[in-house]
């Protein structure tokens, strides 16, 4: 079956540490995405990818990289820079033609030990 | 500016009774609309949408959605709710100013919790 594999579901982040999610998708999909969800805020967009080896920042990209390597996978590295990563990190894809829904991941949430 | 905003931040419907989220926008130019549901530690899954022509579109596990060009509004209803319908209802609208509106990306409202009481 086709579709958005994110990892690893929980992760601990220590003070000082980078830590990178993993995004995988099998959809053949041009565009990737990720996003930030905290309580009562919905989703907010950190960075996203219209094509390999190209992407933009998103509203809140301050604190977090990424790369686009390969078609299938969009990493997102949280970086010691970002002082309040605890949140749900959810990854989504869709075809490059306008107007077709963005595929999502099941997300991982990150706290802080 | 573009915008979505979800007014209620929860909605309390009895199982088997009509259900209505509520969902306004503010674009210039012409709204693409989008509702997605998510359920408890999962990722958000598609609903439907609007992109032109007939305002009330259908969409999956029953649900409908009406657009409303002078009021701004895409709201989301179904006939009669199931307990199983109890979740966070997000609507989005497709970002028109950024790579000159050719791309997927949306805007999302901060989400509704639906829960339907059996």
């Known amino acids: 079956d086709g579709g958005i594999t994110q990892s690893p579901k929980y992760l601990f982040r220590k003070e000082g540490q980078n830590v990178t999610l993993s995004c995988e998708q099998n959809?053949?999909?041009?565009?990737m995405y990720w996003y930030r969800q905290d309580p009562g805020q919905g989703l907010r967009l950190i960075y996203y990818?219209?094509?390999?080896?190209?992407?933009q920042k998103g509203d809140i990209a301050e604190g977090y990289s990424v790369s686009r390597e390969k078609k299938e996978s969009f990493p997102l590295t949280v970086t010691s820079a970002q002082k309040n990563p605890t949140a749900f990190y959810l990854c989504?894809?869709?075809?490059?033609?306008?107007?077709?829904?963005?595929?999502f991941g099941d997300g991982t949430r990150l706290s802080i030990l | 500016a573009q915008s979505v905003a979800q007014p209620e931040d929860q909605v309390n419907v009895a199982e088997g009774n009509p259900l209505t989220v509520k969902c306004t926008y503010s674009v210039s130019g012409n709204p693409y609309l989008f509702w997605y549901v998510q359920y408890p530690n999962r990722g958000l899954q598609f609903l439907l949408k609007y992109i032109t022509g007939d305002n009330l579109v259908k969409g999956s596990y029953g649900f409908e959605a009406e657009f409303n060009k002078s009021q701004t509004s895409f709201h989301l209803k179904k006939p009669s709710a199931l307990v199983s319908d109890s979740a966070l209802y997000f609507c989005a609208v497709r970002d028109l100013l950024n790579y000159g509106g050719a791309t997927n990306k949306l805007i999302f409202g901060t989400g509704t919790l639906l829960a339907v009481q059996p």
């Open positions: 959809l053949n999909h041009d565009a």
């Open positions: 990818s219209q094509i390999v080896n190209d992407f």
């Open positions: 989504a894809s869709s075809i490059a033609t306008v107007n077709q829904p963005q595929h």
